[in-house]
């Protein structure tokens, strides 16, 4: 799995039908900063709202999934995030002119392929993965659906589907890497019983359904008349077929792609959770009632195991910015340099590491015998590391100086000892004016806050 956060190149549009309200829609892709998220934005309406793609955000789950905030809603977005969860796209800006996602083909093929037109650009963050501590299940027993969450150092789903169907059966698939997406789960579209397909239609669904998006199958015998109907309601002047089997002209992509369609939901709707995951899932029977379910039980646990405004930092992933790096930045040298490494830049946060060692020439003097890091020298490396962050809003780094201005609010809640290490993150309050920046930063040891405050600071030309 990708270790630092993702985005698209260049925007990119397609245009197409939406599945249940039969709308025509444009979707535009564009990328977004690190940390954006995934949000949906309705151009077409007054102030253009956006809607994150959150599980609280969940209205309905009949034959899709929809979103409601702001007064906008978004309706079938479970193939759109389906793609980027199998690209691993974490920042994206998705703007519509109608309420529901084009269907398309009935796949996230398109959606993957118009991204990859676009091209993935890695960021400077590392991503945030929800990783499964403890296996997490539901079940609803009287519909026969179960869903599991079991630990493990990746991203792979499996899922069994049965619906008493002769020509159906029972099916599974399985996606073990997600470098397999595109070719393995990607081109496989939505389906239906041909006995549903009226029921649809009455029920005010699949309005811009027809055989060029959805696989529909036959697993009675039909008379010639009712097929006549379901013709007209599928937009197909005359469907020759109507023994037992697949109703569509053209093949089956896989002969388990339903099960694998499936598949591709639930990548789509726990996706909803906000943040990557590392976890085995598997799923019996789903539908989008249970991923949005399962989904907000694993969002719960999330939030209620992991304080939000915590830098997360995983030592094994490739700094953003190395020591070489930071010293063709900063002017500062030993003994004075306080900052190790910077693991996360982009244009309103910064967050990088301080390791403390008892080598520190502070602990010589300082509280000799029960050495303490000085709270100043925490507030220093907190600066350093702000410098970084105003630096980046220039072309030209090497050609400015920044100065530590002033700071307000500063609080010392922990101890700072040998041995800790010390993950900041600073954040601009506002746009940077004039050379002036305002930071607010905050500071821990594991999950322990140790000091939180704000500073600002200006950055000069060294001409000037």
């Known amino acids: 799995m990708k270790v630092y956060q993702q985005t698209i190149k260049k925007p990119v549009t397609l245009s197409g039908n939406g599945l249940h309200t039969g709308q025509s829609v444009n979707i535009t892709f564009k ?6 998220g995934i949000k949906f934005q309705r151009i077409d309406l007054p102030d253009e709202p956006t809607i994150d793609a959150d599980v609280d955000y969940v209205v309905e789950v009949i034959r899709g999934t929809t979103l409601e905030q702001n007064g906008a809603r978004i309706q079938t977005i479970e193939h759109v995030l389906s793609s980027l969860v199998g690209l691993e796209i974490d920042n994206i800006l998705i703007q519509l002119d109608a309420q529901e ?7 996230a093929k398109p959606f993957v392929e118009a991204i990859l037109e676009a091209g993935i650009k890695e960021q400077n963050a590392q991503r945030n993965f929800f990783e499964i501590s403890d296996s997490i299940f539901h079940q609803e027993k009287e519909i026969g659906v179960e869903i599991a969450a079991l630990p493990l150092d990746d991203y792979r789903v499996t899922v069994m589907v049965d619906y008493n169907s002769k020509v159906l059966g029972s099916q599974h698939a399985s996606l073990n890497r997600l470098e397999d997406y595109i070719d393995e789960i990607a081109p496989c579209r939505t389906f239906c019983f041909l006995h549903e397909v009226e029921e649809l239609y009455k029920s005010d669904l699949i309005k811009g359904g027809d055989l060029s998006n959805a696989v529909v199958i036959v697993d009675r015998k039909v008379e010639a008349s009712e097929i006549e109907k379901i013709s007209k309601l599928l937009n197909k002047p ?6 037992e089997g697949i109703l569509n002209e053209e093949k089956l992509q896989f002969s388990n792609e339903p099960a694998r369609h499936k598949l591709l939901d639930v990548l789509g709707d726990l996706a909803l959770i906000g943040r990557p995951l590392k976890a085995q899932v598997l799923a019996a029977r789903p539908g989008h009632a249970t991923n949005i379910a399962f989904a907000r039980k694993l969002k719960k646990i999330m939030l209620d195991n992991r304080p939000s405004n915590i830098p997360q930092y995983d030592p094994k992933v490739p700094a953003v910015l190395d020591i070489t790096k930071i010293t063709k930045l900063l002017p500062h040298r030993y003994p004075f340099l306080l900052v190790d490494k910077i693991f996360h830049l982009d244009e309103k946060q910064i967050a990088g590491i301080k390791n403390v060692t008892m080598n520190e020439p502070f602990f010589e003097g300082h509280f000799p015998g029960n050495p303490v890091m000085p709270g100043v020298l925490q507030v220093e490396a907190m600066a350093q590391i702000g410098g970084i962050l105003v630096l980046n809003s ?5 050609n400015y100086w920044t100065y530590f201005l002033g700071i307000e609010d500063f609080k010392f809640r922990k101890m700072v000892v040998p041995g800790d290490t010390l993950v900041m993150k600073l954040e601009l309050m506002q746009p940077i004016r004039r050379g002036y920046a305002k930071m607010k930063g905050v500071a821990y040891v594991g999950n322990n806050l140790v000091c939180e405050g704000i500073m600002s600071a200006s950055i000069v030309r060294k001409d000037a």
């Open 238 to 243: 005359k469907i020759e077929f109507y023994g």
């Open 31 to 36: 990328p977004a900063r690190a940390n954006h």
């Open 101 to 107: 996602v084009p269907i398309l083909d009935g796949s």
């Open 394 to 398: 220039v072309e030209d780094p090497e």
